[in-house]
Nanobody, 128 residues
Framework: QVQLVESGGGSVQPGESLTLSCAASHLSLDYYAIGWFRQAPGKAREGVACISGAESRTFVADSVKDRFAISRDNAKNTVYLQMNSLKPEDTAVYYC?????????????????????WGQGTQVTVSS
């Protein structure tokens, strides 16, 4: 079965950067769209970035567009979320998720229900 494992979270100060990793097992990134979501305490899970399978097209939510980037390394079967200029409001648990419906990344909004498999999440805390 598909397995996703996030890593790279931690505590940083405002303005610093972090790169999150999503290591995938039992799937090929060429055939799955991978999304990154985050969930802050008391808030709904929010999609922040998505990368398609076949063409590796990348999409980033407007709320983080100038600061976050998504990429992947097929050789390592890993998807990354590069986060720059972090702000306290970026504090959340970050999850990666997978779906075989490749055009999911083209949706205007990414809903958690659009994805079938999830990792356990990694905590990102931005605080001075």
């Amino acid at each position: 079965q598909v397995q996703l494992v996030e890593s790279g979270g931690g505590s940083v100060q405002p303005g610093e950067s972090l790169t999150l990793s999503c290591a995938a097992s039992h799937l090929s990134l060429d055939y799955y769209a991978i999304g990154w979501f985050r969930q802050a305490p008391g808030k709904a899970r929010e999609g922040v970035a998505c990368i398609s399978g076949a063409e590796s097209r990348t999409f980033v939510a407007d709320s983080v567009k100038d600061r976050f980037a998504i990429s992947r390394d097929n050789a390592k079967n890993t998807v990354y979320l590069q986060m720059n200029s972090l702000k306290p409001e970026d504090t959340a648990v970050y999850y990666c998720a997978a779906t075989q419906i490749d055009h999911t990344c083209d949706y205007i909004t990414w809903w958690p229900s659009d994805f079938d498999s999830w990792g356990q999440g990694t905590q990102v805390t931005v605080s001075s």
